[in-house]
């Protein structure tokens, strides 16, 4: 079963105006981290910003923050502001447990393209 | 600067070669990975090592070898056996029992291509 989903393909945003990327999620286990990262054409994979399951806020970074919704198992995130560079693939993953070994479970990814 | 470096960036091989990717990190840390990226798919665990000597398969280790034998070095070997060897590859490395929100450092990836 999919661990990680994220439903939308690619999506165009305007300059200035803030875009929603949905990832909806799916665990068992009481005690997982969400993380997203942003991917360039260049193919890097550029950490934005985690969410642990049993944070109480949702998490900020700048310009990114995360609408997690624990009961729905979702953990959206939304880029405010949006500029010409945050154009990139965008994937949502999950850390189950805590174990040691640290993997990560990816979603398919969203593109996002930014018009001027 | 720390980091993970990926060579080649971009490969090229024959149908029934076996290829090795290399994956190099002066992060000093104990666990690296490896994925594959296909379109459309996200990110697939191909196997991951947490110490010097041990590994272990990911999701998709079928067609795919790797060794551990120095902290700094996780090499990828595609082997013939691997069907649909063409992808893109990432490396990564994580410190093991590290804080829950550690992230995993991507290297800058290699792009094979199998014909």
């Known amino acids: 079963a999919q661990k990680i989903t994220q439903t939308q393909p690619g999506m165009f945003v305007q300059e200035k105006e803030a875009v929603t990327l949905d990832c909806t999620y799916d665990?068992?286990?009481?005690?997982?981290?969400l993380f997203w990262y942003k991917q360039p054409s260049s193919g890097e994979m550029i950490f934005l910003i985690y969410q642990g399951s049993y944070d109480q806020q949702n998490a900020t970074e700048g310009r990114y923050s995360l609408n997690f919704q624990k009961a729905r198992k979702s953990a959206n995130l939304v880029i405010s502001a949006s500029q010409l560079g945050d154009s990139a693939m965008y994937f949502c993953?999950?850390?189950?447990?805590?174990?040691?070994?640290?993997?990560?479970?990816f979603g398919a990814g969203t593109t996002v393209t930014v018009r001027a | 600067d720390g980091g993970i470096t990926q060579s080649p960036k971009y490969l090229f091989r024959k149908e029934g070669q076996n290829v090795t990717l290399s994956c190099e990190q002066n992060l000093n840390h104990d666990a690296m990975y490896w994925y594959r990226q296909d379109p459309g798919q996200g990110l697939r665990l191909i196997y991951y090592s947490q110490i010097v000597n041990d590994f272990q398969k990911g999701d998709i280790a079928e067609g795919y070898s790797v060794s551990r034998e120095k902290k700094e070095s996780f090499p990828l070997t595609v082997t013939s056996a691997q069907k649909n060897p063409t992808a893109f590859y990432l490396c990564a490395s994580s410190i093991p029992g590290g804080p829950d929100n550690s992230p995993l450092h991507f290297g800058n990836g290699t792009r094979l291509t199998v014909t």
């Open positions: 993953a999950m850390r189950e447990g805590r174990s040691n070994d640290y993997k990560l479970s």
């Open positions: 665990t068992s286990d009481p005690s997982y981290g």
